[in-house]
């Protein structure tokens, strides 16, 4: 394999993974379900795609041939990452979670 | 270099899976359990992708596939149960 | 266009696309698969599917998909930093924003780009589809964020979708 083709690998590795680990950090340390929700949906879902690239470079390189098949996996999260999030946000507020205290226009009062 | 840069992601991946296994032990309220449930879902598809370039083998492919709409679908019943306590309406 | 045998010739070769893509060849045997496979399945799930409104502008719409994947990388940027930075500086709010999309194709569209850029989370749509409640995780002013959202992502929408603002 050249040498530029790993390298390029390597750094889409090495984003995909820390903004999946960004991700799970926001969903550890943030204070209410509101903001956690945050985390996953935008860092965890562009992490992955970090990580598919690299998986589709490798692949193209490996086999000679272009290897489309992994922007499936991606397509399908952008396509469903925002509607998990929207049903469990509605979820949360119908339940009434509490929010952290500096959130403006609480909608349930 | 792929050597060093593929068990130091899978290490950095898996200290993302523990902090997500973390919040769905001690989260507070079940949305907060069903959300840290579909983000290791997602971590988990990443590290399938990983394993699939470290042994160089396209069979992962279908199994991360697979995982991808399991957890999609799974959390979206979850998340119906929550609202309505009813998954088909 | 909506005829009885073929309900959606777009979605026909979407389908046919994705088995391509799916089994990775392009053989022709696969594409007549597919082909028949993209005629099939919308024939037994006609019930459910929606209209799609005509896309007017293809250019501006390609035009408008990097713009958003563009700003999804940025967002991702800012939400890491606002994540690894202190927790008492996070400012966040639920705001309503009004909507000026009826259709429900493009509501949906604006309402998962609303989810996938900058510290946004659509939370909520009002029963009459008017008001959009969104979170967000830091904001300064509220008011511009809401022209944000109406000037960079309803707007193109609008011009790109045939359907008719209220």
């Not at chain 3, 799916?22 to 045997?29: A, P, V, W």
């Not at chain 3, 698969?33 to 501006?60: A, S």
Request: glycine fraction near 6%; charge should be neutral; hydrophobic fraction near 55%.
């Amino acid at each position: 394999m050249p040498f530029w083709i790993e390298v390029l690998v390597s750094v889409f590795l090495i984003i995909g993974s820390l903004f999946a680990l960004i991700g799970a950090i926001g969903l550890y340390r943030l204070p209410d379900f509101y903001t956690r929700l945050h985390g996953p949906t935008k860092a965890t879902t562009l992490g992955v795609g970090g990580v598919v690239i690299a998986s589709m470079i490798f692949f193209s390189n490996q086999n000679d041939s272009l290897s489309l098949h992994e922007l499936l996996i991606t397509l399908f999260l952008f396509l469903t990452a925002p509607v998990s999030a929207h049903i469990l946000a509605k979820a949360a507020m119908q339940q009434k979670l509490p929010a952290v205290e500096q959130t403006r226009g609480k909608p349930w009062d | 270099m792929l050597a060093y840069v593929i068990p130091l992601c899978m290490a950095v991946l898996g200290v993302a899976a523990v902090l997500n296994v973390v919040r769905l032990v001690q989260g507070p309220d079940m949305p907060d359990r069903v959300l840290a449930l579909d983000t290791l879902y997602i971590n988990a598809l990443a590290l399938i992708v990983l394993f699939g370039i470290w042994l160089a083998s396209d069979l992962f492919f279908e199994a991360a596939l697979l995982i991808a709409v399991m957890g999609f679908v799974s959390t979206v019943a979850v998340g119906k149960h929550l609202l309505h306590g009813d998954i088909i309406d | 266009m909506r005829s009885r045998w073929l309900p959606s010739p777009a979605l026909t070769v979407l389908l046919a696309l994705l088995w391509l893509l799916l089994h990775n060849t392009l053989s022709f045997g696969h594409l007549l698969l597919g082909l028949f496979l993209g005629w099939g399945i919308p024939l037994l799930v006609r019930g459910f599917l929606i209209e799609v409104p005509t896309i007017r502008k293809p250019l501006k719409l390609c035009l408008f998909t990097l713009k958003v994947l563009y700003d999804i990388v940025i967002a991702n940027m800012q939400v890491a930093k606002l994540v690894l930075g202190p927790k008492k500086n996070l400012r966040p709010a639920f705001i309503e924003v009004p909507m000026a999309i009826e259709n429900e194709f493009a509501l949906a569209t604006l309402a998962s780009i609303i989810s996938l850029t900058p510290g946004t989370v659509s939370a909520c749509l009002s029963p009459d589809r008017r008001m959009l409640m969104v979170h967000a995780l830091d904001v300064p002013d509220i008011d511009a964020l809401i022209a944000d959202v109406k000037r960079n992502y309803e707007a193109p929408l609008l011009e790109i979708f045939e359907c008719s603002p209220t």
